[in-house]
């Protein structure tokens, strides 16, 4: 298993370098920040002065160096917009946007799993057919058509809930939330909501196919013939066996779920650090976009990693592939 | 095509019927398929022909009048044409953007899938022949690039190289290259443990010929089959990139640049700029998805 963990390790941070060097260059190598950030009427020598400040004079690789030697020190660069240090300025919206996903995901779960179970038990039924068509529309739709369509039913024909910003928030070990006040759940609904849609349609695809399968399988013929109740048999032993695939897609979905709330953070404007994406793009601020993506990059590569040994400590047979590998 | 096609679920695959005939029987067993390729070849149609039945040229700035700006649907303007889908903020004519960008949104999931798909299909084959430290080193970059989800990738690029027809094609083909790359591997290593395979190796014939005449045309089949769904996917990355505004120019706009456009003007009421091309949108990528789906399904691709 250490042999596994440390072999993981070591290809995880392979990834994390060959994507800070991707990003780096990609990011760097096109477009002049200096001819957004200075005004025209700057002179020449304060907008040099300006350039060697930023060490936007050095050569590339060398800017990259720079870059990753900060960046192991926890320094990746300063917002050229903000001029404060990106990863601060990241790390402010990361709660607005990870109490986003953690609805989303517990939305996700709570109507996915239940509806699953019910097309898979009887998967011939209409009632099975029309949810399995809604998947399909789930999942096909782009996410930002599906956001502005919730904002125009609910928001702006039935006016039940706003349609952006995060509300009234309470602060809780010094974070900000809106997950604790009424008024913060009402502007988080909707966009939490946008966020699962595509997840539910997964996991209730999941959740069914699994079921379907199971309901063959000798220990429920078995079950059966013993004269245990069809409810218990469902709950108990089917339930069981079909939530490792769940658990798995709800890790690895966390991060494209992180990554996919850009779309419904601008939807919504909701402040998170999707919207903080998007806006550091069109301001060409280099430095937080590259920030972003790296710790998006290093939040993936983590949540695979749990992901892994979750899934060891759930599935008893995983551990031996564990141990050889 | 013969007369005993009808809607049965069983569909009879004769070895000897022409591969075309057994695709289009295949669509046609079903209403819904057949209602959503009937959909599908309508808006192709109406993409290509937009410069002559599109009522107004919503490129030629000459030709609106910015008096009939955001006129309902249905209303009559200044220039006594009828807006029977409403205006914009420009006064451009809603019907009419939508057909121009009806064929943006195609041109953009066309040649994006096809250029993916040239480049997949060639990696996956050379992997698949080679073999060994290039299959090895060709395998990664794929692990490399499918970790990652396509929206961020694609986003990060064109912040760098900036909006445009050509760059959004760049875009959504370095993200959807890679899935045609590991399809067609499979499929070729499949392919290759075929005896017709070994006897031309064995008969001398060069690795070049054996890899695009026998196991290109003969392990193609399921990745072609998939690509009709991926079209789906790259018009909605399209239009999602676009919608970000880091799509599309605005002097072309696709349709999710324009349900962008539409986006500041949906809490005021004015529906119709974001909606109509909203709906061709969902109605292009479904139909696209139906057929995909059936096709996939007939032809027991995984995909």
Redesign the interface.
């Known amino acids: 298993m250490t042999a596994y963990v440390l072999q993981r390790l070591i290809q995880s941070v392979l990834?994390l370098l060959?994507v800070s060097v991707v990003?780096f260059f990609?990011?760097?190598?096109?477009?002049d920040p200096i001819e957004l950030l200075v005004p025209p009427q700057v002179s020449a020598a304060e907008r040099a002065a300006l350039v060697r400040r930023l060490g936007l004079d050095l050569p590339v690789w060398q800017q990259y160096f720079t870059f990753m030697g900060n960046a192991l020190k926890g320094d990746l660069g300063r917002s050229f917009v903000h001029g404060v240090p990106a990863i601060e300025l990241i790390l402010a919206r990361l709660p607005a946007t990870f109490e986003l996903v953690l609805l989303a995901m517990s939305l996700a779960a709570a109507v996915g799993v239940p509806l699953g179970l019910l097309a898979g038990l009887d998967p011939e039924s209409r009632p099975a057919r029309l949810i399995m068509g809604g998947t399909?529309?789930g999942y096909?739709?782009?996410?930002?058509?599906k956001g502005?369509?919730l904002?125009?039913l609910f928001?702006?024909a039935l006016g039940w809930l706003p349609?952006a910003g995060r509300g009234e928030m309470v602060s809780v070990l010094g974070f900000q939330t809106s997950l604790l006040t009424v008024d913060g759940l009402r502007h988080l609904l909707l966009p939490a909501l946008n966020l699962a849609i595509p997840n539910m349609a997964l996991m209730i695809r999941l959740v069914a196919a699994g079921t379907t399968e199971a309901m063959t399988q000798d220990y429920v013929k078995y079950a059966r013939a013993k004269g245990v109740r069809r409810k218990r048999i469902v709950g108990r032993h089917v339930l069981r066996n079909i939530l490792i695939p769940v658990v798995t897609v709800v890790g690895i979905e966390f991060?494209?779920l992180v990554?996919?709330s850009?779309?419904t953070e601008?939807?919504f404007a909701w402040p998170g650090m999707g919207k903080l994406?998007?806006d550091s793009?069109?301001h060409l601020d280099r430095p937080v976009?590259v920030a972003y993506?790296l710790l998006?990059?290093l939040l993936?590569v983590l949540v695979n990693f749990l992901v892994d040994i979750l899934y060891a400590a759930l599935d008893p047979r995983v551990k031996l592939t564990g141990e050889m590998a | 095509m013969s007369p005993s096609g009808s809607s049965t679920q069983g569909i009879p695959a004769y070895a000897d019927t022409p591969l075309r005939q057994k695709v289009l029987r295949r669509i046609r067993s079903r209403p819904t398929t057949r209602g959503a390729a009937i959909l599908l070849g309508g808006f192709v149609l109406l993409a290509l022909l937009a410069p002559f039945i599109a009522p107004q040229n919503p490129h030629d700035l000459a030709s609106l009048s910015v008096m009939d700006n955001r006129l309902a649907p249905g209303t009559g303007g200044m220039t006594g044409m009828v807006y029977w889908l409403g205006t914009d903020a420009q006064g451009r004519d809603m019907l009419s953007a939508i057909l121009y960008g009806l064929r943006t949104s195609l041109l953009v999931g066309l040649s994006s899938t096809a250029g993916a798909l040239a480049i997949g299909v060639a990696a996956g084959l050379v992997a698949a022949q080679l073999g060994g430290a290039v299959d090895a080193a060709i395998m990664r970059v794929v692990d490399?690039m499918l970790?990652?989800?396509s929206?961020?990738v694609a986003?990060?690029?064109l912040?760098?190289?900036?909006r445009g027809v050509d760059k959004v094609i760049i875009a959504i083909i370095l993200v959807q290259w890679a899935q045609y790359a590991r399809l067609m591997r499979a499929s070729a290593l499949v392919e290759r443990r075929k005896e017709y395979i070994e006897a031309a190796i064995n008969f001398g014939l060069p690795t070049r010929h054996i890899m695009l005449a026998h196991l290109l045309p003969n392990s193609i089949g399921s990745v072609l089959v998939v690509s009709t769904i991926s079209i789906?996917g790259a018009i909605?990355l399209e239009?999602?990139l676009s919608?970000?505004?880091?799509g599309v120019p605005v002097t072309q706009p696709s349709l999710?640049l324009l349900?962008a456009n539409g986006?500041e003007f949906?809490?005021s009421?004015e529906?119709w700029i974001?909606?109509f091309p909203?709906i061709a949108?969902?109605l292009l990528?479904?139909s696209l998805?139906v057929v995909g789906?059936r096709l996939r399904r007939s032809f027991n691709v995984r995909a």
């Open positions: 990834v060959a990003v990609a990011v760097y190598g096109i477009g399909v529309l096909s739709l782009p996410s930002f058509w502005m369509m904002i125009l928001g702006v349609t991060g494209s990554a996919f850009t779309i601008t939807v994406l998007i793009i069109y976009v993506v998006a990059t993936f | 490399f970790g990652f989800p929206i961020l986003l990060v690029l912040a760098s190289i900036g789906a909605t239009a999602t919608f970000l505004g880091v999710g349900i986006f949906l809490l009421g529906y974001a909606v909203g949108l969902v990528i479904m998805n789906d």
